[in-house]
Each structure stands twice: as structure tokens, then as C-alpha cells.
């Protein structure tokens, strides 16, 4: 990293006709953001989860063997590349998500306790009552534009009965401001876009939104003349840093706007929203770019994004997998089901990789995203057939700039609450809460 003389404040933004664009960390901004003993950049940490409905099929989940010499699952198999910098860890429970007296509903439970630890209020009225999740609790420490990002690919509506007496609220997030707000997850990537770099609806009236919109006017075209001035600003590898960036933004834009005009792809009889792309792998990885988009320009330091909804009944066909997701997690042991679930759980590492690859690519200080990120990615159950909220399925991926040490398996004892590896990372980021829900200390054996 090269100390130039040009500062830059660390919020520098490009403004221009109702648009504001962040910029990445840049060379120029290191005097004033900070830096280390040793003249490096002090990368802010990033904290994501993502999250995974309908449990997995644990048999193809769980690797063989423990440590650093274990056996990589079939489900796995798509991180393998990442191995080094990946814990697999075994033996975490979400008591909270069981019925506790409640009977059915260990969907709505799973999403509203992964996070939180806490057992919900089982209604469907508007007392809903839950917890706050550790997301929330990461964000209310951050001094970003956006305390946190929450993303979805599914249905977000927090009304009705989603699950035996349980509201959709319970199934539909798993981020939770205080226990009776939950934080819905964005689902059209226009709206998460426009949020992130788009027109402040508090300051620019109808007329100029609607002049932007009819034009599908860029974001870089809005703020050019002020990124060309600050291009003759800076030294060259700022010059390539600001290139790329701009470049990820305006690829994005692009994505969305085709994904507006696709809805004649669709079979008649299919709603497309507007701004969705019409391949779940396609709109997958648009979400996922949007969130690194937020990292890349220091938006946000933590996001939550959650493929499915819990009970989901999304269907696969692009794989293989016509059937409804969750009525198939029902397996009776049935091979063919227990496959269809296999290759639905592999298929959502594999896009998981994509996210990986995107975020080790993306440069960030004197590292990449990957570098300075603490990535969770799991889900609320273990077995589906069982509504089983033991062991659940549970992945940290990252260097969390230095406090993670990848390439195990770690198994902890039966009855390790999930909270514990949550109050672990959050110290990481000193943000230290007296508890998660249920947790009862810090999880050990995440560094060496």
C-alpha cells in the first residue's frame, strides 16, 4: 500500500442528480481512516450470515473425521477450494427452536431463534415476541450509512399464519431489531440497489425520481463528472481500485435492468416481480454482488441474506428438482426424496462459492473482503424429517482479519448453544454483549 499525500476522507462520496455513490477504500483515504504500527490499512471487520431453510440431508453434510485431516462431505464439496479457510463445526444446538410445550412449528422457530437464541411467542397476531438477533446487535455498534443489510430471495411478508399458529414474521426473517421488530429481508434487487446508491426519497421529489427512472439513467453517468475529476486525483492504484469498483457497479445496474425486461421468459401463469431475475442462480448471485457492493463501499459492515424462507416450497427445476423444497425435506428416509434434498443443499453451496470467489476477488485495503470478513453460512435445522434443531448445520468462512483460523472440523460437546459461536464472533468485533439469548460463553477452538 502506497501512503500518498492526496487525504481523502473515508466517507467521501460522488454526488449528483439525487444520487450519492460511496467509494471503496482507496490509498489516498489511509492518513485519515487510520493505519497500523506497521503502515497497513486498518480494515474494518465485516460480519454475514446467510442463511439456509428446510435443514439439510445431514449424511451428505457432515465430513468424516475431525481436525485438520477430515473428509469433505458431498455437500461440502463445492467450498473445497476454500478449505484452508473454512470451519466446519458440529455439535451446536438451537434448544429455543424446539416446541418447548408449543407443538408444531419448528419452521417459524428455526428462523426466529437462529440469531436470537430465543424462544418465540407463538401467535399470529401482532404481539409477536422474539429476540434481538446478533446481527442487530454487531450493527447498533457500527457508525456506517446502513447499520446492516438485510437480503432475501423469498417472500418477506411478516403477516398471517406461516406455520402451526406461528406468524410469518417468525418464518420470513431471521434479524431482529428488538423482539417485537423483526427486519424483513429486501427481496427485489432494484429496491436494494436504490438503497444502496440511489435517489433519498426525503430529498429529491417525484419529478426527478421519475426522470431517472424513464431514462434508466446510471449511476456512474449521474456522478461521472466528479469520478473523472477524482480519477486525475489520485495515484494509479487507487486509479485501478475506483476502475473496478465503478465497473462492479455499473455491471450490476446492467444485471437489473435486463432482469426488468425478462418477465417474457416466464410461462404464462407465473408472476414475475419486477426486477427478479428469472434463474434462482442468476438472482442468487445478484443479491450476493449487491451485498459485496455494500462491504466494497463500506455501506455496511454486517448483512444478513437468506435464500429461502423457512417452509419454503420454492421448486429447483434448473437442477433437476421440480418438486417443492419443503414437503420433499419430509423424506421417510426415501432415497429419491433424500436425494432431491442433496442436490437442492449442493447446489446452495455451490452458489455459495460464487459468493466466496466474488469476495476473495474483491480488493479491500491490503487484502480482499475475504480477509477482513467473518462469513457464517447455516440454518435452523439439522434434520428435516425431525424438525431436528441439534447440530445444526453450521460454516465460518473467512480470515476475520487474522481472528480466524480455517481448515477444521471442530465437534464441540452436545448441547453447544449456536449463541456461543455468535458471542465469539462479536468479540471479534469488539462488540461485547453480556449474552445471546442463550448462550453461556464464548466458543473456542475458532483460532489457533
Given at each position: 500500500?502506497?501512503?500518498?499525500?492526496?487525504?481523502?476522507?473515508?466517507?467521501?462520496?460522488?454526488?449528483?442528480?439525487?444520487?450519492?455513490?460511496?467509494?471503496?477504500?482507496?490509498?489516498?483515504?489511509?492518513?485519515?481512516?487510520?493505519?497500523?504500527?506497521?503502515?497497513?490499512?486498518?480494515?474494518?471487520?465485516?460480519?454475514?450470515?446467510?442463511?439456509?431453510?428446510?435443514?439439510?440431508?445431514?449424511?451428505?453434510?457432515?465430513?468424516?473425521?475431525?481436525?485438520?485431516?477430515?473428509?469433505?462431505?458431498?455437500?461440502?464439496?463445492?467450498?473445497?477450494?476454500?478449505?484452508?479457510?473454512?470451519?466446519?463445526?458440529?455439535?451446536?444446538?438451537?434448544?429455543?427452536?424446539?416446541?418447548?410445550?408449543?407443538?408444531?412449528?419448528?419452521?417459524?422457530?428455526?428462523?426466529?431463534?437462529?440469531?436470537?437464541?430465543?424462544?418465540?411467542?407463538?401467535?399470529?397476531?401482532?404481539?409477536?415476541?422474539?429476540?434481538?438477533?446478533?446481527?442487530?446487535?454487531?450493527?447498533?455498534?457500527?457508525?456506517?450509512?446502513?447499520?446492516?443489510?438485510?437480503?432475501g430471495c423469498e417472500d418477506s411478508r411478516t403477516v398471517g399464519?406461516?406455520?402451526?399458529?406461528?406468524?410469518?414474521?417468525?418464518?420470513?426473517?431471521?434479524?431482529?431489531?428488538?423482539?417485537?421488530?423483526?427486519?424483513?429481508?429486501?427481496?427485489?434487487?432494484?429496491?436494494?440497489?436504490?438503497?444502496?446508491?440511489?435517489?433519498?426519497?426525503?430529498?429529491?421529489?417525484?419529478?426527478?425520481?421519475?426522470?431517472?427512472?424513464?431514462?434508466?439513467?446510471?449511476?456512474?453517468?449521474?456522478?461521472?463528472?466528479?469520478?473523472?475529476?477524482?480519477?486525475?486525483?489520485?495515484?494509479?492504484?487507487?486509479?485501478?481500485?475506483?476502475?473496478?469498483?465503478?465497473?462492479?457497479?455499473?455491471?450490476?445496474?446492467?444485471?437489473?435492468?435486463?432482469?426488468?425486461?425478462?418477465?417474457?421468459?416466464?410461462?404464462?401463469?407465473?408472476?414475475?416481480?419486477?426486477?427478479?431475475?428469472?434463474?434462482?442462480?442468476?438472482?442468487?448471485?445478484?443479491?450476493?454482488?449487491?451485498?459485496?457492493?455494500?462491504?466494497?463501499?463500506?455501506?455496511?459492515?454486517?448483512?444478513?441474506?437468506?435464500?429461502?424462507?423457512?417452509?419454503?416450497?420454492?421448486?429447483?427445476?434448473?437442477?433437476?428438482?421440480?418438486?417443492?423444497?419443503?414437503?420433499?425435506?419430509?423424506?421417510?428416509?426415501?432415497?429419491?426424496?433424500?436425494?432431491?434434498?442433496?442436490?437442492?443443499?449442493?447446489?446452495?453451496?455451490?452458489?455459495?462459492?460464487?459468493?466466496?470467489?466474488?469476495?476473495?476477488?474483491?480488493?479491500?485495503?491490503?487484502?480482499?473482503?475475504?480477509?477482513?470478513?467473518?462469513?457464517?453460512?447455516?440454518?435452523?435445522?439439522?434434520?428435516?424429517?425431525?424438525?431436528?434443531?441439534?447440530?445444526?448445520?453450521?460454516?465460518?468462512?473467512?480470515?476475520?482479519?487474522?481472528?480466524?483460523?480455517?481448515?477444521?472440523?471442530?465437534?464441540?460437546?452436545?448441547?453447544?448453544?449456536?449463541?456461543?459461536?455468535?458471542?465469539?464472533?462479536?468479540?471479534?468485533?469488539?462488540?461485547?454483549?453480556?449474552?445471546?439469548?442463550?448462550?453461556?460463553?464464548?466458543?473456542?477452538?475458532?483460532?489457533?
Amino acid at each position: 500500500m502506497i501512503i500518498t499525500k492526496k487525504h481523502l476522507s473515508r466517507r467521501t462520496l460522488l454526488r449528483g442528480f439525487g444520487t450519492t455513490l460511496a467509494l471503496p477504500l482507496l490509498d489516498a483515504m489511509v492518513p485519515a481512516f487510520g493505519a497500523t504500527t506497521n503502515g497497513a490499512v486498518a480494515a474494518p471487520t465485516r460480519l454475514a450470515f446467510t442463511y439456509i431453510p428446510n435443514g439439510v440431508n445431514y449424511a451428505h453434510w457432515r465430513p468424516v473425521g475431525e481436525g485438520a485431516g477430515y473428509q469433505m462431505s458431498r455437500i461440502l464439496k463445492p467450498l473445497e477450494k476454500f478449505r484452508e479457510d473454512m470451519l466446519v463445526l458440529t455439535g451446536l444446538d438451537i434448544h429455543n427452536g424446539n416446541a418447548l410445550g408449543d407443538g408444531g412449528g419448528d419452521h417459524a422457530r428455526a428462523g426466529a431463534s437462529y440469531l436470537t437464541g430465543v424462544h418465540c411467542k407463538k401467535t399470529i397476531g401482532a404481539d409477536i415476541h422474539g429476540g434481538v438477533s446478533a446481527d442487530q446487535i454487531a450493527a447498533q455498534a457500527q457508525k456506517t450509512r446502513l447499520t446492516s443489510l438485510e437480503l432475501g430471495c423469498e417472500d418477506s411478508r411478516t403477516v398471517g399464519n406461516c406455520d402451526s399458529g406461528f406468524s410469518c414474521a417468525y418464518t420470513n426473517s431471521i434479524s431482529w431489531r428488538n423482539p417485537t421488530m423483526p427486519m424483513p429481508p429486501e427481496t427485489n434487487p432494484r429496491v436494494v440497489f436504490e438503497r444502496l446508491f440511489g435517489t433519498d426519497n426525503l430529498k429529491v421529489d417525484e419529478a426527478t425520481k421519475a426522470r431517472r427512472t424513464l431514462l434508466r439513467t446510471s449511476i456512474l453517468d449521474v456522478v461521472g463528472e466528479r469520478s473523472k475529476q477524482l480519477m486525475g486525483e489520485v495515484g494509479p492504484s487507487d486509479r485501478r481500485k475506483l476502475d473496478e469498483y465503478m465497473t462492479g457497479v455499473r455491471e450490476v445496474e446492467r444485471r437489473i435492468q435486463m432482469s426488468e425486461t425478462d418477465a417474457s421468459k416466464f410461462r404464462p401463469g407465473i408472476e414475475a416481480p419486477a426486477g427478479v431475475p428469472v434463474e434462482f442462480s442468476e438472482y442468487a448471485k445478484l443479491m450476493f454482488d449487491l451485498q459485496i457492493l455494500a462491504f466494497q463501499a463500506d455501506l455496511t459492515r454486517v448483512s444478513t441474506f437468506m435464500i429461502g424462507r423457512e417452509g419454503s416450497v420454492r421448486t429447483y427445476g434448473e437442477i433437476g428438482v421440480p418438486d417443492p423444497h419443503h414437503p420433499i425435506t419430509h423424506h421417510q428416509n426415501k432415497p429419491d426424496f433424500l436425494e432431491k434434498v442433496a442436490k437442492i443443499n449442493e447446489f446452495h453451496t455451490q452458489l455459495y462459492a460464487y459468493y466466496l470467489d466474488r469476495m476473495k476477488a474483491t480488493q479491500d485495503g491490503d487484502g480482499s473482503l475475504f480477509d477482513h470478513s467473518m462469513l457464517v453460512y447455516g440454518g435452523g435445522l439439522c434434520d428435516p424429517n425431525r424438525h431436528q434443531h441439534e447440530n445444526v448445520p453450521t460454516l465460518v468462512l473467512g480470515k476475520g482479519n487474522g481472528k480466524l483460523k480455517g481448515g477444521r472440523h471442530v465437534v464441540y460437546p452436545n448441547g453447544t448453544p449456536l449463541t456461543n459461536l455468535y458471542m465469539a464472533l462479536l468479540d471479534h468485533m469488539e462488540v461485547r454483549p453480556e449474552s445471546i439469548g442463550d448462550s453461556t460463553g464464548k466458543l473456542a477452538q475458532l483460532a489457533l
